[in-house]
């Protein structure tokens, strides 16, 4: 009869996530439009351009418009907007979607 006592066999080390790259969003409610982390195909938006709460930042339809010409997009103006949505850009307006705006034109 034999002495020795089993011994437990090494395991590898658990594997971790890998880190979330910065910019990227994790976890979260989808954005309307988009992936996160992703920029969408083209869309276009008619309406009555609003101020958001912070100092000029633009919203239309709950997005927040980021680029494009000033002579169009201001506060009470209605226009029509051609943009691609980019879920991860950060801003600091603290509301909306962005859409970075490709143009712009009165409604």
Do not use: I
């Not at 910065?22 to 351009?49: F, H, N, R, Y």
């Not at 009470?76 to 850009?89: I, N």
Request: charged share 10%; glycine share 14%.
């Amino acid at each position: 009869m034999s002495n020795s006592a089993a011994q437990p066999s090494p395991s590898a080390p658990e594997s971790l996530p890998a880190p979330t790259p910065p910019g990227k969003a994790t976890g979260g409610p989808a954005l309307p439009g988009a992936t996160a982390g992703k920029t969408s195909g083209p869309m276009t938006l008619t309406g009555t351009v609003t101020a958001g709460v912070e100092p000029n930042c633009l919203l239309l339809d709950g997005y927040l418009l980021v680029g494009g010409p000033r002579e169009h997009l201001r506060s009470g103006a209605r226009v029509t907007v051609t943009g691609r949505v980019q879920a991860d850009l950060m801003t600091t307006c603290q509301q909306g979607t962005p859409l970075v705006v490709e143009t712009a034109q009165p409604a």
